[in-house]
């Protein structure tokens, strides 16, 4: 896996399983493979996946089954989408809107290219 300098690889890997899940990869109530199989997948050091497993777990996307391993949530695809939306509106959005003022663009322009694309 090829990372970006510019945000925490534990987060990129979460990023990663996120997209997974969101593809049908990891289906919902579905085992995931272990830390240290992931780890090894991607090439990285098990505390790093630990580390994406904790915060996945802290945003509902997986649960930990003691004995059993970690699993995709029962509702995993929503809390992904909730999550993402809310990186959109919080980060994506604003430098959007940023370069929308700098160079000029009117809220017309942007519906009307909107449009275009749909």
Not at 50 to 57: M, V
Not at 88 to 114: A, K, M, W
Request: with cysteine; net charge negative; charged share 30%.
């Amino acid at each position: 896996m090829d990372f970006k300098e510019h945000k925490a690889i534990y987060l990129q890997i979460a990023e990663r399983i996120c997209d997974s899940i969101l593809n049908g990869e990891f289906p919902e109530d579905e085992k995931l493979p272990s830390v240290r199989e992931y780890a090894a997948q991607v090439e990285v050091n098990v505390n790093t996946v630990a580390r994406s497993f904790e915060w996945l777990q802290m945003n509902d996307v997986v649960v930990t089954r003691r004995g059993l391993g970690n699993f995709v949530n029962v509702g995993a695809k929503k809390a992904v989408e909730r999550i993402r939306r809310k990186e959109f509106f919080t980060e994506q959005l604003p430098d959007l809107f940023r370069t929308i003022h700098t160079l000029g663009i009117s809220i017309d322009e942007v519906v009307t290219e909107y449009n275009k694309s749909n």
